[in-house]
């Protein structure tokens, strides 16, 4: 049975008053930087809570600790070793971190949103992430207690299982995608000695303060040497090179058939350079579905919104072959769009 309206309401009370629910965050108010979500129990707040450093614990007003309430608070110096996109990234891994230790989610959620965005620490070993998690997001304190709340909401019967698991989910991958729908485009190799060492300065950031594991750390930084190799020359047999020059003509007209052949689209860029970067990346990371597919790169102009280059693949045999290709990549969390290549 449902309980009185007023007695849902004394109970809310006495939570602001004794600080178990943060003021600041209170049944039927999402924070800031969250889509609101209905409200479905509300109560005037006692006053406002007062700003804490990310990370931070909830304010108590009660003088004997709750260590459910606790969240590990991470060191300024962290924090500030990020800056501008990357440290709202940063402080997204932070967060889940902290539910996770609060017991707000699960291992098995918290491991499952960090592999499914962990490109956004490690964009040359892993996946790319999702697209936005460079864009602010609210602190520690905010979404903890909006999650406790909607918790003692449904506790208190005042909404249902369906709403608090909606809600719920919606904060969740707000913050961190468990599927992400949108993905940021391959994070090209370094440019060069200078841009190769500040991804190692990060690199060792993130494992000094936990965010990646050594054996993460190792290939992670493993990728960015290799990038600084040069490529040994390729060595071409002569009994494969053709005798004559009308050998060669024959050749190719054997392996190049005339006109628009079915092809996979992987990516557009701003640059043919980025596109040609792109393409060594994205090779590497799935050289079992590409094999020995070709790439070329299209200048494309959209007017507006600017010119692309579109980074391209094949020709393959049919354009179900294309549509295979693709089925294959986006399992892998690599955009694909059959096209047609040569035209």
């Known amino acids: 049975a449902t309980r009185p309206a007023s007695q849902i309401a004394s109970v809310n009370l006495s939570l602001l008053d004794s600080g178990e629910v943060p003021s600041a965050v209170r049944l039927g108010q999402a924070p800031a930087g969250f889509p609101g979500a209905p409200a479905t129990v509300s109560a005037s707040p006692t006053g406002r809570a007062p700003a804490t450093s990310f990370g931070a614990p909830p304010p108590m007003a009660s003088a004997q600790p709750q260590q ?10 962290t924090m500030d070793a990020y800056s501008g996109g990357d440290q709202n990234m940063i402080s997204r891994f932070s967060t889940m971190r902290a539910l996770k230790d609060q017991g707000l989610v699960t291992p098995q959620e918290y491991a499952t949103r960090r592999q499914a965005n962990v490109g956004a620490l ?45 809600e719920r989910n919606m904060i969740l991958d707000a913050l961190m995608p468990a599927a992400p729908v949108r993905l940021v485009n391959p994070a090209p190799p370094p440019q060069g000695l200078l841009e190769a060492a500040d991804m190692v300065r990060r690199l060792e950031q993130l494992r000094d303060s936990g965010y990646i594991s050594s054996d993460e750390y190792t290939r992670e930084r493993a990728a960015i040497e290799k990038a600084m190799q040069p490529e040994a020359p390729k060595m071409v047999s002569a009994q494969a090179a053709p005798t004559s020059l009308v050998d060669k003509d ?24 980025q596109a040609e970067d792109g393409w060594k990346l994205i090779q590497r990371r799935h050289r079992t579905v590409l094999k020995d597919m070709e790439h070329e790169v299209s200048k494309v102009d959209l007017g507006k919104k600017g010119v692309y280059y579109r980074l391209k693949a094949g020709p393959v045999k049919s354009a179900g072959e294309a549509k295979g290709i693709c089925a294959d990549l986006k399992k892998r969390r690599q955009f694909c769009e059959p096209a047609t290549v040569g035209g």
């Open 68 to 77: 459910a309430m606790a969240a590990p608070a991470m060191p300024v110096t």
């Open 122 to 166: 490690l964009p040359l070993t892993s996946p790319p992430s999702s697209a936005g998690l460079d864009r602010p997001v609210p602190t520690t304190e905010q979404i903890s207690g909006r999650l406790r709340a909607i918790g003692r909401a449904l506790e208190l019967r005042a909404i249902s299982v369906s709403q608090h698991a909606a």
């Open 250 to 273: 024959k050749a190719e007209k054997v392996e190049k058939p005339k006109g628009p052949q079915p092809g996979v689209h992987l990516a557009s860029y701003r640059s043919e350079k």
